[in-house]
T-cell receptor, first 113, second 110 residues
Framework: DTGVSQDPRHKITKRGQNVTFRCDPI?????LYWYRQTLGQGPEFLTY????????KSRLLSDRFSAERPKGSFSTLEIQRTEQGDSAMYLC???????????FGPGTRLTVL | QKEVEQNSGPLSVPEGAIASLNCTYS??????FFWYRQYSGKSPELIMS????GDKEDGRFTAQLNKASQYVSLLIRDSQPSDSATYLC??????????FGTGTRLKVLA
């Protein structure tokens, strides 16, 4: 399967714990995006990578969130000191060029107790 | 005004009918427009992209774009129960920034 993959698919954690998610984009796509989606809403932009460079980070993202994309391949999203409000589906998407359609991974559903 | 507006629905259509989904947007600089299908509990799936005014057909799907009126629509012909999902409209101004609507829930009644 050459689609976008994400791991884990589900994560349950206690408030205050740190969590890390991984995304493997489609191999020939050098644009990678992270989104957060809550029930009844569309995906909300978190951050964007072009190759290994993080070019944009949403102002809505607190300092507890950090993302990396070493060597321009897979990416990780870390949330430190999780809060109940962080409970959501975290989606990764990739595209070959900006302005083109994005392909989403299956998402990681985070539940913070 | 929201950047991308969609009626949340649900839009109910009988099996075999045409489903018409609409989306309006506020940024006249938007260049690329997309429709995604999202089943409950799943991630969005890209079904159509449209970049210029007019119609674009792909199988049972037709996307329509009118930049002057700032709307984009999706027609689904011969609707099937398996088309029941939430349809997300999204746009890009040509940069990394993609804006999504909140989606329209479609129910196709057998």
């Amino acid at each position: 399967d050459t689609g976008v993959s994400q791991d884990p698919r589900h994560k349950i954690t206690k408030r205050g714990q740190n969590v890390t998610f991984r995304c493997d984009p489609i191999s020939e796509h050098n644009r990678l995006y992270w989104y957060r989606q809550t029930l009844g809403q569309g995906p909300e932009f978190l951050t964007y990578f072009q190759n290994e460079a993080q070019l944009e980070k949403s102002r809505l993202l607190s300092d507890r969130f950090s993302a990396e994309r070493p060597k321009g391949s897979f990416s990780t999203l870390e949330i430190q000191r999780t809060e109940q409000g962080d409970s959501a589906m975290y989606l990764c998407a990739s595209s070959e060029r900006t302005g083109e359609g994005q392909f989403f991974g299956p998402g990681t559903r985070l539940t913070v107790l | 005004q929201k950047e991308v507006e969609q009626n949340s629905g649900p839009l109910s259509v009988p099996e075999g009918a045409i489903a018409s989904l609409n989306c309006t947007y506020s940024d006249r600089g938007s260049q690329s427009f997309f429709w995604y299908r999202q089943y409950s509990g799943k991630s969005p799936e890209l079904i159509m992209s449209i970049y210029s005014n007019g119609d674009k057909e792909d199988g049972r799907f037709t996307a329509q774009l009118n930049k002057a009126s700032q709307y984009v629509s999706l027609l689904i012909r011969d609707s099937q129960p398996s088309d029941s999902a939430t349809y997300l409209c999204a746009l890009s101004s040509g940069t990394y920034k993609y804006i999504f609507g909140t989606g329209t829930r479609l129910k196709v009644l057998a």
